[in-house]
Protein backbone atom coordinates (compact mmCIF):
# COMPACT_ATOMS: atom_id res chain seq x y z
CA UNK A 1 0.00 0.00 0.00
CA UNK A 2 1.15 3.08 -0.85
CA UNK A 3 0.38 5.57 1.79
CA UNK A 4 -0.11 9.05 1.93
CA UNK A 5 3.52 10.68 3.28
CA UNK A 6 2.65 13.81 5.50
CA UNK A 7 6.32 14.91 5.01
CA UNK A 8 5.93 15.07 0.53
CA UNK A 9 4.25 16.96 -1.59
CA UNK A 10 1.96 15.34 -3.80
CA UNK A 11 2.60 14.04 -7.08
CA UNK A 12 0.59 14.38 -9.84
CA UNK A 13 0.92 12.54 -12.49
CA UNK A 14 -0.50 13.51 -16.38
CA UNK A 15 -1.13 11.00 -19.18
CA UNK A 16 -2.42 11.90 -22.38
CA UNK A 17 -1.61 13.68 -25.95
CA UNK A 18 -1.22 12.07 -29.18
CA UNK A 19 1.73 11.21 -31.53
CA UNK A 20 1.90 14.46 -33.17
CA UNK A 21 4.85 16.71 -31.69
CA UNK A 22 2.40 19.53 -31.55
CA UNK A 23 0.12 17.86 -29.53
CA UNK A 24 -2.60 20.43 -28.35
CA UNK A 25 -4.07 17.55 -26.28
CA UNK A 26 0.02 17.21 -24.37
CA UNK A 27 0.04 20.98 -24.29
CA UNK A 28 -2.91 21.48 -22.81
CA UNK A 29 -2.29 18.38 -19.88
CA UNK A 30 0.58 20.96 -19.80
CA UNK A 31 -0.59 23.78 -18.77
CA UNK A 32 -2.76 21.59 -16.38
CA UNK A 33 -0.03 20.02 -14.76
CA UNK A 34 1.69 23.94 -14.59
CA UNK A 35 -2.03 24.86 -12.54
CA UNK A 36 -1.16 21.65 -10.15
CA UNK A 37 2.30 22.67 -9.53
CA UNK A 38 0.43 25.97 -8.23
CA UNK A 39 -1.13 24.49 -6.05
CA UNK A 40 1.83 22.44 -4.39
CA UNK A 41 1.85 19.80 -6.10
CA UNK A 42 5.25 17.59 -7.72
CA UNK A 43 3.94 16.23 -11.22
CA UNK A 44 5.23 13.81 -14.16
CA UNK A 45 4.07 13.77 -17.20
CA UNK A 46 3.63 10.87 -19.59
CA UNK A 47 2.83 12.55 -23.13
CA UNK A 48 2.01 10.99 -26.16
CA UNK A 49 5.69 9.86 -27.06
CA UNK A 50 6.02 7.81 -24.23
CA UNK A 51 1.98 6.62 -24.36
CA UNK A 52 3.30 5.35 -27.97
CA UNK A 53 5.97 3.18 -26.61
CA UNK A 54 3.51 1.25 -24.69
CA UNK A 55 2.31 -2.46 -26.51
CA UNK A 56 -1.39 -3.36 -26.64
CA UNK A 57 -2.34 -4.71 -23.07
CA UNK A 58 -1.82 -8.10 -23.14
CA UNK A 59 -3.87 -9.04 -20.10
CA UNK A 60 -3.17 -13.21 -20.77
CA UNK A 61 1.12 -11.93 -20.94
CA UNK A 62 2.64 -11.72 -17.92
CA UNK A 63 5.49 -10.10 -19.34
CA UNK A 64 5.69 -6.32 -19.34
CA UNK A 65 8.20 -4.05 -20.94
CA UNK A 66 10.36 -1.29 -18.96
CA UNK A 67 7.98 1.37 -20.12
CA UNK A 68 5.12 -0.78 -19.06
CA UNK A 69 6.52 -0.87 -15.73
CA UNK A 70 7.77 2.54 -15.26
CA UNK A 71 3.95 3.79 -15.90
CA UNK A 72 2.54 1.07 -13.76
CA UNK A 73 4.37 2.51 -11.15
CA UNK A 74 4.35 5.82 -11.28
CA UNK A 75 0.48 5.32 -11.48
CA UNK A 76 0.61 3.58 -7.99
CA UNK A 77 2.79 5.84 -6.04
CA UNK A 78 0.73 8.68 -7.62
CA UNK A 79 -1.80 11.02 -5.41
CA UNK A 80 -3.70 12.06 -7.78
CA UNK A 81 -3.67 11.92 -12.12
CA UNK A 82 -4.69 14.37 -14.93
CA UNK A 83 -5.70 12.10 -18.25
CA UNK A 84 -5.80 14.42 -21.66
CA UNK A 85 -7.27 12.65 -24.38
CA UNK A 86 -8.48 13.76 -27.65
CA UNK A 87 -11.85 13.00 -29.07
CA UNK A 88 -11.50 10.66 -31.70
CA UNK A 89 -14.36 9.18 -33.33
CA UNK A 90 -16.36 10.01 -30.81
CA UNK A 91 -14.46 8.04 -28.03
CA UNK A 92 -11.54 8.26 -25.91
CA UNK A 93 -8.14 7.69 -28.52
CA UNK A 94 -6.42 4.03 -28.81
CA UNK A 95 -3.22 5.35 -27.41
CA UNK A 96 -5.07 6.91 -24.32
CA UNK A 97 -6.92 3.65 -23.62
CA UNK A 98 -4.94 1.51 -23.80
CA UNK A 99 -2.30 3.13 -21.36
CA UNK A 100 -5.43 3.26 -19.09
CA UNK A 101 -5.98 -0.60 -19.58
CA UNK A 102 -2.38 -1.18 -18.22
CA UNK A 103 -3.54 -0.07 -15.26
CA UNK A 104 -5.26 -3.70 -14.80
CA UNK A 105 -2.49 -4.27 -13.14
CA UNK A 106 -2.93 -2.45 -10.49
CA UNK A 107 -6.37 -4.27 -9.46
CA UNK A 108 -4.95 -6.47 -7.14
CA UNK A 109 -2.92 -3.47 -4.95
CA UNK A 110 -4.31 -2.57 -1.70
CA UNK A 111 -5.43 1.05 -3.43
CA UNK A 112 -6.63 -0.74 -6.75
CA UNK A 113 -6.53 0.74 -9.75
CA UNK A 114 -7.27 4.67 -8.88
CA UNK A 115 -8.85 4.14 -5.86
CA UNK A 116 -8.39 6.97 -3.49
CA UNK A 117 -7.26 9.48 -6.22
CA UNK A 118 -8.64 12.65 -7.77
CA UNK A 119 -8.55 12.44 -11.75
CA UNK A 120 -8.68 15.81 -13.69
CA UNK A 121 -10.17 14.81 -17.28
CA UNK A 122 -9.41 17.00 -19.95
CA UNK A 123 -10.42 16.64 -23.72
CA UNK A 124 -9.92 18.18 -27.20
CA UNK A 125 -11.85 17.91 -30.44
CA UNK A 126 -12.78 19.64 -33.42
CA UNK A 127 -16.32 20.58 -31.55
CA UNK A 128 -18.11 21.11 -28.64
CA UNK A 129 -20.41 17.98 -29.17
CA UNK A 130 -17.15 15.90 -29.19
CA UNK A 131 -15.68 17.85 -26.55
CA UNK A 132 -18.40 17.28 -24.13
CA UNK A 133 -19.39 13.70 -25.15
CA UNK A 134 -15.69 12.24 -24.67
CA UNK A 135 -15.62 13.86 -21.38
CA UNK A 136 -18.16 12.09 -20.33
CA UNK A 137 -16.75 8.94 -21.49
CA UNK A 138 -13.36 9.71 -20.27
CA UNK A 139 -15.09 10.31 -16.41
CA UNK A 140 -16.57 6.90 -17.01
CA UNK A 141 -13.61 5.07 -17.20
CA UNK A 142 -12.43 6.86 -14.55
CA UNK A 143 -15.22 5.74 -12.36
CA UNK A 144 -14.62 2.24 -13.32
CA UNK A 145 -11.00 2.62 -12.14
CA UNK A 146 -12.57 3.48 -8.70
CA UNK A 147 -11.11 7.46 -9.09
CA UNK A 148 -12.55 10.69 -8.30
CA UNK A 149 -12.93 12.93 -11.35
CA UNK A 150 -12.71 15.94 -9.89
CA UNK A 151 -15.56 18.31 -10.04
CA UNK A 152 -14.40 20.69 -13.00
CA UNK A 153 -13.20 19.37 -16.39
CA UNK A 154 -12.21 21.00 -19.29
CA UNK A 155 -13.89 20.06 -22.90
CA UNK A 156 -11.61 22.38 -25.85
CA UNK A 157 -12.73 22.78 -29.04
CA UNK A 158 -9.49 23.22 -30.87
CA UNK A 159 -11.16 24.36 -34.11
CA UNK A 160 -11.64 27.90 -31.96
CA UNK A 161 -8.34 27.46 -29.18
CA UNK A 162 -5.14 27.12 -30.69
CA UNK A 163 -1.92 25.86 -29.09
CA UNK A 164 1.27 27.69 -30.62
CA UNK A 165 3.84 26.64 -28.04
CA UNK A 166 4.17 24.05 -24.93
CA UNK A 167 3.15 27.24 -23.05
CA UNK A 168 0.70 29.17 -25.86
CA UNK A 169 -2.66 29.38 -25.90
CA UNK A 170 -5.14 31.49 -27.70
CA UNK A 171 -7.62 31.57 -24.96
CA UNK A 172 -6.63 32.73 -21.68
CA UNK A 173 -10.02 31.35 -20.48
CA UNK A 174 -8.96 27.80 -21.30
CA UNK A 175 -5.39 28.58 -19.75
CA UNK A 176 -7.41 29.43 -16.55
CA UNK A 177 -10.10 26.27 -17.14
CA UNK A 178 -6.93 23.89 -17.56
CA UNK A 179 -5.27 25.55 -14.77
CA UNK A 180 -8.05 24.58 -12.71
CA UNK A 181 -8.27 21.34 -13.63
CA UNK A 182 -5.19 20.72 -12.30
CA UNK A 183 -5.28 22.76 -9.41
CA UNK A 184 -8.38 20.49 -8.13
CA UNK A 185 -6.39 17.75 -8.15
CA UNK A 186 -3.75 18.75 -6.36
CA UNK A 187 -6.41 20.31 -3.45
CA UNK A 188 -8.28 16.78 -3.73
CA UNK A 189 -4.78 15.03 -3.12
CA UNK A 190 -4.49 17.37 -0.20
CA UNK A 191 -8.01 16.34 1.23
CA UNK A 192 -7.53 12.61 0.88
CA UNK A 193 -4.22 13.04 2.76
CA UNK A 194 -6.29 14.61 5.61
CA UNK A 195 -8.45 12.49 5.51
CA UNK A 196 -6.31 9.54 5.96
CA UNK A 197 -4.30 11.30 8.57
CA UNK A 198 -7.43 10.44 11.18
CA UNK A 199 -7.70 12.70 13.68
CA UNK A 200 -5.95 15.41 12.59
CA UNK A 201 -9.00 15.55 10.53
CA UNK A 202 -11.37 15.67 13.00
CA UNK A 203 -9.41 18.31 15.11
CA UNK A 204 -9.31 20.35 12.06
CA UNK A 205 -13.27 19.97 11.93
CA UNK A 206 -13.55 20.85 15.23
CA UNK A 207 -11.10 24.14 14.86
CA UNK A 208 -13.51 25.37 12.17
CA UNK A 209 -15.60 27.96 13.11
CA UNK A 210 -17.54 28.64 9.91
CA UNK A 211 -19.74 25.50 9.42
CA UNK A 212 -19.51 26.32 5.34
CA UNK A 213 -15.63 25.52 5.65
CA UNK A 214 -16.36 22.45 7.70
CA UNK A 215 -18.85 21.19 5.76
CA UNK A 216 -16.67 19.81 2.33
CA UNK A 217 -14.36 17.89 5.00
CA UNK A 218 -17.55 16.48 6.61
CA UNK A 219 -18.19 14.85 3.08
CA UNK A 220 -15.42 13.63 2.22
CA UNK A 221 -15.58 11.55 5.36
CA UNK A 222 -18.79 10.35 4.44
CA UNK A 223 -17.47 9.33 1.19
CA UNK A 224 -15.05 7.20 2.49
C1 LIG B 1 -8.57 9.59 -36.08
C2 LIG B 1 -9.21 10.88 -35.66
C3 LIG B 1 -10.53 10.89 -35.29
C4 LIG B 1 -11.13 12.09 -34.87
N1 LIG B 1 -12.45 12.08 -34.51
C5 LIG B 1 -13.03 13.22 -34.08
C6 LIG B 1 -14.38 13.23 -33.69
O1 LIG B 1 -15.08 12.23 -33.72
N2 LIG B 1 -14.93 14.41 -33.29
C7 LIG B 1 -14.21 15.56 -33.24
O2 LIG B 1 -14.74 16.61 -32.87
N3 LIG B 1 -12.90 15.58 -33.59
C8 LIG B 1 -12.30 14.44 -34.02
N4 LIG B 1 -10.98 14.44 -34.38
C9 LIG B 1 -10.20 15.68 -34.21
C10 LIG B 1 -9.36 15.64 -32.95
O3 LIG B 1 -10.11 15.30 -31.82
C11 LIG B 1 -8.72 17.01 -32.68
O4 LIG B 1 -8.04 17.43 -33.82
C12 LIG B 1 -7.78 16.95 -31.49
O5 LIG B 1 -7.61 18.26 -30.99
C13 LIG B 1 -6.43 16.39 -31.87
O6 LIG B 1 -5.53 16.47 -30.80
P1 LIG B 1 -3.98 16.75 -30.98
O7 LIG B 1 -3.79 18.16 -31.45
O8 LIG B 1 -3.45 16.53 -29.60
O9 LIG B 1 -3.43 15.75 -31.97
C14 LIG B 1 -10.38 13.28 -34.85
C15 LIG B 1 -9.03 13.27 -35.25
C16 LIG B 1 -8.46 12.08 -35.66
C17 LIG B 1 -7.01 12.07 -36.09
Not at 17 to 23: K, M, P, V
Not at 178 to 200: C, E, I, P, W
Request: aromatic share 6%.
Amino acid sequence: MTRFDQNRRPLVIGIGGTTRAASSTERALGFALRGAEQAGARTRLFGGTFLHSLPHYAPESAQRTPEQTELIEAVRHADALIIATPGYHGGVSGLVKNALDTLEELRADERPYLDGRAVGCIVTAYGWQAAGSVLTSLRSIVHALRGWPTPFGAGINTLETKFESADSCSDQKVVEQLAMVGQQAAQFALAFRSLHSGGALAHEANEASDADQSRPRRILALAN
